[in-house]
């Protein structure tokens, strides 16, 4: 089974909806374009897939697919993906100015169309482990008053997800009682979270995670940069909450944060980890080492599918993110939880989704196809 056409599009997405009714913040869009990818092959299978978009970069994203990637996987023989995968990984060493985020949203739609030649789901093709995966929310941030993330928190836990977590970085004075007033809200034991996006200087981070560790988070999420490694060994040594660390740092980076002086859990979604193939290698090296690989959402529908299907294959993580879907790309909503909180593995071929290109045709404003 070889790759005969790769398919581009540009898919203009209303920001609105990201922004829960709140004004558009200074020097936002309010579309925002998605590059959605389509790999076909000679028996007529198509995979799907996706990158971020929310930073106007889909037409760049386009020019890579056609320049870079289109001609090494055009009459790609699908057989040994696995050597593909490796031989592209080491190509984008030398370009610079890409990061593995690339191959990932490559490796998605491949994984897609293994498995509907295969008539299995991407989770069984790796191994299911588990069907249902609890999960988690993480915070809107557009909020008025304090007060508002205590209400949102409490309705997260109505809801009956399993935690609940805050995208916070504006520093000890306005986060910290942010902290106190979700802490209050849900009682002590709820699992809460923080997530600084490392905004933080180490004394900030410091400062407030000691009001971490009296308020019992379960962990506490880049609070610094990754690449400031000595410094999370220092939050380490003088903080109880866990670190969760690693997000940001590619494949062949993640052993340096495999060490329990440097954080306790470390993190990774099939984008950023170079797909479903790096992420499952990343599980595999954080379980031979006694951590959990808490799997981030990429905040992208097809992307976190991905996650999905590999969460649902390992045990070491214990949940999974989720973001309201924000763009109606799925005839049926995958990451819908039900009433324990839990997301349901999709169990078709492939990714196991269905696209409604009725949405997805009226909101392309870009098509392009590359074939030889």
Not at 334 to 349: E, H, K, M, S, W
Request: negative net charge.
């Amino acid at each position: 089974m070889k790759i005969t056409k790769i398919e581009t599009r540009i898919l203009d997405v209303d920001a609105s909806a990201w922004y829960k009714g709140k004004p558009l913040p200074a020097g936002e869009w309010a579309t925002w374009p998605f590059p959605l990818l389509t790999i076909v092959t000679d028996e007529g299978i198509r995979g799907y897939s996706m990158a971020y978009g929310k930073q106007n970069e889909a037409r760049a994203i386009v020019c890579l697919l056609e320049d870079f990637f289109a001609p090494r996987l055009i009459g790609q023989d699908l057989a040994d993906w696995d050597r593909t995968w490796a031989a592209l990984k080491m190509k984008l060493r030398d370009l610079r100015n890409v990061t593995e985020a690339m191959l990932g949203m490559v490796d998605v739609a491949v994984w897609d169309i293994l498995g509907k030649a295969r008539n299995q789901s991407v989770s069984q093709m790796l191994g299911v482990k588990r069907q249902r995966i609890p999960a988690y929310q993480t915070s809107t941030r557009f909020f008025d008053s304090v007060e508002g993330f205590g209400r949102e928190a409490q309705a997260v836990k109505a809801a009956g997800y399993h935690g609940y977590k805050l995208h916070i970085w504006a520093g000890p004075k306005q986060d910290i009682p942010v902290l106190e007033t979700v802490r209050a809200a849900v009682g002590p034991d709820f699992p809460l979270m923080i997530d600084a996006t490392s905004r933080y200087t180490f004394d900030e981070a410091l400062e407030v995670g000691r009001v971490l560790d009296r308020l019992n988070f379960h962990w506490y999420e880049e609070p610094i940069h990754d690449d400031h490694v000595a410094g999370l060994r220092e939050l380490t040594a003088q903080l109880k909450t866990p670190l969760l660390c690693a997000e940001s740092v590619d494949l062949d980076q993640l052993p340096l944060y495999l060490d329990r002086n440097v954080c306790a859990m470390v993190r990774g979604d099939c984008h950023i980890k170079a797909g479903i193939t790096g992420l499952s290698r990343a599980m595999r090296m954080a379980e031979a080492k006694g951590f959990n690989l808490e799997i981030h959402a990429a905040a992208t529908p097809l992307l976190d599918v991905g996650n999905l299907h590999v969460a649902a294959a390992f045990t070491n993580s214990r949940f999974l993110e989720v973001f309201p879907l924000y763009f109606p790309i799925f005839k049926h909503n995958p990451y819908a939880i039900d009433r324990d909180g839990y997301l349901t593995v999709p169990d078709g071929p492939g990714l196991g989704v269905e696209l409604d290109f009725d949405w997805i045709d009226n909101q392309t404003k870009k098509l392009a196809e590359f074939a030889r």
